[in-house]
């Protein structure tokens, strides 16, 4: 089991930036592929941006141009930067271990406390 904690949330005015962070600790090596979701008020968890081995990067299209996913390996670390934020980015945000295969992508694991990221318009 890998312990997941997320954090980099706040509050930002609308267009401003926040950069998140994912550590990941426990069995680590077995990780492949990290993927980031956010959950509102009164929605489902949906997948924002996933990053695989070697180049493998996939965004949601509602935040392509705006967000960058990234990780650090050896800190087991994934980032997540989120620029021209609006306020629909206003969600809970979660990190996760993924498992790809094709256009699929599914989480794998238990989630963590998620961070919260605020934008006022």
């Known amino acids: 089991q890998v312990q997941l904690v997320e954090s980099g949330g706040g509050l930002v005015q609308a267009g401003g930036s926040l950069r998140l962070s994912c550590v990941a600790s426990?069995?680590?090596?077995?990780?492949?592929?990290m993927g980031w979701y956010r959950q509102a008020p009164g929605k489902t968890r949906e997948l924002v941006a996933a990053?695989?081995?070697?180049?493998?990067?996939k965004y949601d299209d509602s935040v392509k141009g705006r967000f960058t996913i990234s990780r650090d390996n050896a800190k087991n670390t994934v980032y997540l930067q989120m620029n021209s934020l609006k306020s629909e980015d206003t969600a809970v945000y979660y990190c996760?271990?993924?498992?790809?295969?094709?256009?699929?992508?599914?989480?794998?694991?238990?989630w963590g406390q998620g961070t919260q990221v605020t934008v006022a318009s």
């Open positions: 996760n271990v993924v498992s790809i295969r094709g256009a699929t992508i599914w989480s794998q694991n238990s």
């Open positions: 426990g069995t680590t090596v077995s990780i492949n592929a």
């Open positions: 990053i695989g081995s070697g180049t493998y990067i």
